[in-house]
């Protein structure tokens, strides 16, 4: 894990390594990920959720990302594992975007909020347990839900959702 003290504005940025699993293939590959209390619904490279077999839903959002803008496309990514506790079924925004981002994955609300996490600068350790909040409307499937533009909570439907659970 890497925490850094980046500038006045931007105290700290905790990046670490996520694993993606492609489909039910014995296929790993390794995403830079930035924990990132800022972004409401996780996003990631387009190019890695097509290549972690993830499902394309039928939900497009308008982005603006480190001075990149254009459209994100919703996704279901089946499998990811960070720290050792694997997440299923992750909602995130999949988009196009460039400069320092376009390898990693922004860690959004949408997770971390279902965690109760700790983080020690000094010893560079990030320590969670899952959480689950009773706010969330899909407890089955917590990972499922995102945010809407004004901040609401939304589940995805079973009719959007084609994975096997």
Do not use: W
Not at 72 to 100: H, L, M, S
Not at 110 to 125: K, P, Q, S
Not at 155 to 165: H, P, Q, R, W
């Amino acid at each position: 894990m890497y925490i850094a003290k980046l500038n006045a504005t931007v105290m700290y940025r905790t990046r670490f390594e996520s694993k993606f699993y492609v489909g039910n293939t014995a296929e790993v590959f390794a995403v830079e990920t930035i924990l990132d209390s800022g972004c409401a619904n996780t996003m990631l490279p387009l190019r890695f959720a097509k290549k972690s077999g993830g499902l394309a839903l039928p939900l497009k959002k308008n982005i603006n990302i480190a001075g990149n803008s254009g459209e994100a496309q919703g996704y279901i990514i089946p499998k990811i594992e960070i720290g050792g506790y694997v997440f299923t079924d992750v909602f995130v925004y999949a988009a196009n975007y460039r400069n320092e981002l376009s390898d990693k994955m922004l860690l959004g609300l949408n997770v971390i909020n279902n965690l109760r996490y700790t983080i020690d600068r000094a010893a560079g350790n990030l320590e969670f347990t899952e959480r689950l909040h009773d706010s969330l409307p899909n407890q089955a499937f917590p990972y499922r839900n995102y945010f809407d533009d004004v901040g609401n909570y939304v589940m995805l439907s079973e009719d959007m959702v084609n994975t096997k659970t």
